[in-house]
């Protein structure tokens, strides 16, 4: 079973408090994490800047090396998970819009449920 993985589910530790990987474990047991090059390309640019976002692209960063980067067609990060999950099982992201273009494409979503849980949504 695959997982695609989004920049902000990446970020989920620092910016929500949430243990990805073992709610993921939890959630759907045995698994393989995939993200796509843009997504690591984009955390590295937000941790190169200051504040928490930058500490969570960081922590984020470090995470995606648990994951199999892939190549995609795609240069923007959204676009890239979008066509990275129709080869997937799930796709992990809080993002509201990438969300919604996931469902189009019949990708179910694993997102933020209650504050700290991770939920499946059809």
């Known amino acids: 079973m695959r997982v695609a993985v989004d ?3 990446l970020m989920m530790p620092v910016e ?14 045995g698994y393989e994490p ?14 190169a800047g200051t504040g928490e ?14 994951c199999t980067v892939v ?15 129709t080869d997937c099982d799930y796709a992990v992201t809080n993002d509201r819009p990438l969300r919604r273009r996931l469902s189009e494409a019949n990708v ?6 209650g504050g700290t849980k991770l939920a499946i949504t059809e």
Request: net charge negative; aromatic share 4%; glycine share 4%.
């Open 108 to 113: 179910p979503v694993i997102c933020l449920r």
């Open 53 to 66: 976002e930058a500490v969570a692209a960081s922590v984020g960063r470090d995470l995606a090396d648990r």
């Open 7 to 9: 920049t902000n589910a």
């Open 71 to 85: 190549s995609t067609d795609a240069d923007y990060a959204d676009d890239a998970i979008v066509e990275l999950a």
């Open 16 to 29: 929500c408090d949430v243990r990805l990987f073992d709610e993921l474990d939890r959630l759907i047991g």
């Open 34 to 47: 995939v993200t796509p090059e843009a997504v690591v390309a984009e955390l590295e640019k937000l941790a």
